[in-house]
Each structure stands twice: as C-alpha cells, then as structure tokens.
C-alpha cells in the first residue's frame, strides 16, 4: 500500500505562499486519484482540492484561482501551491489517495480516499 507524508506547511502573512508536498511511498502515486483536503479546529474536514491519474483538477471554490494541484511524476510527489493566502486558510492540510475514484463527483468526500497522511499545519497571519 502508498504511503503518505505531507511536508511544507508552515506559518505566512495574509496574501504570502506556501507549498504544501504530498510525498509517496511503496506505491507510484501516479496510480492513485489524489486529494487535498483541511481541518480548522473546531470544524469539519473539508475539500480543497483533487488531482486524477490523467491530471485533471478539481478545486473547492474558496480556493479557486488561488490555489493549484500538481503532480510531480519523477518525485512521486503531488504538491499545492498556495498563493494570496488568507486567514480562514489557517488548518491542518491533509493529503489522501485512492485507486477507486473514477468520478469528479467523488474526489471532494473524504470517504471515498482510503490512504491518508499525518497532515501539516498551515497558519496564515492576518
């Protein structure tokens, strides 16, 4: 089975970056659906963003037109690029993986992921 580490988190000022890694093992990720999903505390994961096996994006819309999906084939890495970061994206970022998802409709439910991450925290000061 894939195994899951994400790396890159880390603490910027409203309107920086960050780019937040989802690093493979045991298993070529390029074969999995990938997704990016948070947790705030006090609140309920939630969707943010999805990649499929072809690299086809998907994207919450709070974070459309900020954030991007990307695969790094070579590196057995999927990244998230974050740009003009606000407060409210302050969370725990979490990377999952499946090789069941077939369905854009699916890649936003956490149910449907069965691999999963330890996460990184994302903090944004405003």
């Known amino acids: 089975q894939v195994q899951l580490v994400e790396s890159g988190g880390g603490l910027v000022q409203a309107g920086g970056s960050l780019r937040p890694s989802c690093a493979a093992s045991g298993r070529t990720l390029n074969n999995y659906a990938v997704g990016w999903f948070r947790q705030a505390p006090g609140k309920e994961r939630e969707f943010v963003s999805g990649?499929?096996?072809?690299?086809?994006?998907y994207y919450a819309d709070s974070v459309k037109g900020r954030f991007t999906i990307s695969r790094d084939n070579a590196r057995n890495t999927v990244y998230l690029q974050l740009n003009s970061l606000k407060a409210e994206d302050t969370a725990v970022y979490f990377c999952a993986a499946d090789t069941t998802i077939y369905y854009s409709s699916n890649y936003g439910s956490a149910g449907h992921y069965d691999y999963w991450g330890q996460g990184t925290q994302v903090t944004v000061s405003s």
């Open positions: 990649i499929s096996r072809p690299g086809n994006t």
